[in-house]
């Protein structure tokens, strides 16, 4: 509080400064268990493809896991706020597939940057298909 108060009268700028970098360290951010029961289990082989795609129990699973997982960066419900890529606006079908089950698995790292972390070994590929399938169930269409 001492720091605070210190900063406040040194300079309302320097105060604002404090209160956005400690809004943004937010450190390390532990992946959320995603409950898959009632799903399909796939094996240890991924798929090319959403298996779960129109699948009400997958979507109901993926908008949680979505929420839980993914919203810090990408939105709540998937609607961007503009620090990552709105995902509703995936491709569909196989070829969306492809460009989700990459990043996801992956992640996307740019000059030593990381975008977005690798969740592969700490989702299951069947949480990742089902948030994939709910993210088609909320797609925009163009």
Known sequence: MKRL?????ASPF???????????AHGDVTPQAV?????KVLGAGWSKSNPYRKNARAEQIG???????????HGLGAVSG????????????DEGDEIYLGRVRHGATR?????????????????????RAWLESVR???
Do not use: K
């Open 5 to 9: 108060l210190a900063l406040a009268a």
């Open 14 to 24: 320097a105060l604002f400064g404090y209160f956005a970098a400690t809004a943004h």
């Open 35 to 39: 409950d898959v029961a009632g799903l």
């Open 63 to 73: 908008a949680s896991a979505f929420n839980q997982n993914c919203a810090r960066c």
């Open 82 to 93: 503009g620090i990552a890529p709105d995902l509703r606006y995936l491709p569909t079908g």
């Open 111 to 131: 000059d030593g940057r990381v975008y977005m972390p690798p969740f592969e070994g700490m989702l299951s590929q069947e949480a990742m298909w089902a948030i």
């Open 140 to 142: 925009v269409v163009d």
